[in-house]
């Protein structure tokens, strides 16, 4: 039996990890977990499976959750709460399931801890992944992959030498735009925007998907989970997102890791590592019905957010943390109607240029670029 902890319950992967969960209750139980705003479902999984522990957003949302649930679960909040339940004694695997930087931290007290960490933040790695990839070194502590990418690199990896790697490639689906060129832009919705062709997410990571955002946050997330230099991992467009990424060896062999696009499996590997269990809700692939696969080369001026990522992972220091601040700001200013979707790279770009990068940053250094780089791009939001 493995005892899990999860941050972000009630998002699109935390609710993924409670179905697999359900899948294997001889495998798997949930010890505590965190949620933010989502009280009404948030009260339905602390019933159903029965946590020593909860945390959500505020104080006032943790005042109702006392009167509605068994007094026995103990309720935190805010951010000592997230720190709470990724420390949970009871838990042998944190998943971390928030969306932005707030997960960095939890997941540091985690690895203190010794807990492996199913991680599917990216935020985390982005803004500190020298910190955090040196501390679970220290701890030997595992860090395993949820995202489909990574996770499928993760796999490819498995019995081979990492000295014998080439290079890694990253597929993406193209988005929610891939047809449209930068012309046909102007004026996109964000329904139109969340109306994702192939994958069912958050709409924080959806809005990355159109932009490309999100795959030049994986490419940063590779270059620290793998140890990989910049020049030596590529993305392509996949439209089908069957082929979920590839290793190519230094003889030339390329191994990829192929599957239906479903979360679950990504998140139940990461559960049940070193072992594979049966998926019972999964769709099998079928490349008979498929027939045909197609690739194409990622063009960097179509997606600007991608050509800034792999430049701010090459200067390292704190411009990443730069990149994920300004993008986030941007993405929750345009998932409000407060900007135009082209504004968001506009205001990254805006922020990245205005900032001078400090090499090897503390945790302290990290959190004021953070919260500086929110601020500066807040004032140019009217």
């Keep these: 039996m493995k005892y899990i902890s999860i941050l972000g319950a009630t998002g699109s992967i935390g609710t993924q990890t409670f179905e697999v969960v359900r899948a294997h209750p001889e495998q798997f ?11 009404k479902l948030g009260v339905e999984l602390i019933k ?4 020593d522990h909860v945390s959500v957003a505020t104080k006032e949302l943790a005042e109702e959750l006392k009167r509605t649930i068994n007094p026995t679960c103990l309720v935190y909040y805010g951010e000592e709460g997230l720190l709470e339940i990724a420390t949970d004694p009871a838990s042998d695997i ?3 399931a928030v969306m932005g ?3 960095l931290e939890p997941t540091l007290a985690a690895i203190e801890e010794g807990k492996t960490i199913a991680i599917a933040n990216k935020e985390t790695l982005v803004t500190a992944g020298h910190i955090v990839m040196d501390r679970a070194r220290k701890k030997n502590v595992d860090i395993l992959p949820v995202d489909s990418e990574h996770s499928a690199i993760y796999q490819c990896l498995k019995g081979e030498e990492k000295r014998e790697m080439s290079r890694l490639i990253l597929t993406a689906s193209g988005g929610s735009f891939r047809d449209r060129s930068r012309a046909d832009l102007q004026g996109v919705t964000v329904e139109e925007a969340l109306n994702h062709p192939n994958w069912a997410m958050g709409s924080k990571i959806t809005i990355d998907s159109a932009t490309m955002m999100n795959k030049g946050l994986e490419v940063i997330e590779a270059h620290w989970l793998f140890d990989t230099k910049y020049e030596d991992i590529e993305v392509v467009l996949h439209r089908e997102s069957v082929i979920h990424s590839m290793v ?3 003889d030339g062999s390329v191994i990829a890791h192929l599957g239906t696009p479903d979360m679950k499996v990504p998140i139940q590997y990461a559960l049940s590592h070193p072992s594979r269990l049966e998926l019972p809700s999964g769709k099998r692939l079928n490349l008979v019905d498929i027939g045909t696969l197609h690739f194409e080369k990622m063009d960097f001026e179509r997606f600007p957010c991608l050509k800034f990522a792999f430049a701010a992972g090459k200067a390292g220091g704190t411009t990443p943390t730069v990149l994920n601040a300004s993008n986030e700001t941007a993405v929750e200013a345009f998932l409000k109607g407060r900007i135009e979707f082209l504004e968001i790279e506009t205001l990254i770009d805006k922020a990245l240029n205005q900032h001078e990068s400090i090499k090897e940053p503390s945790l302290e250094e990290i959190r004021e670029v953070d919260n500086s780089s929110r601020r500066f791009v807040q004032s140019l939001i009217v």
């Design 94 to 96: 944190l998943v971390n």
């Design 101 to 103: 930087s707030v997960g």
């Design 248 to 250: 190519e060896f230094i």
């Design 29 to 39: 139980k949930i010890t505590s977990f965190s949620f933010g705003m989502n009280i």
């Design 48 to 51: 159903e499976f029965q946590p």
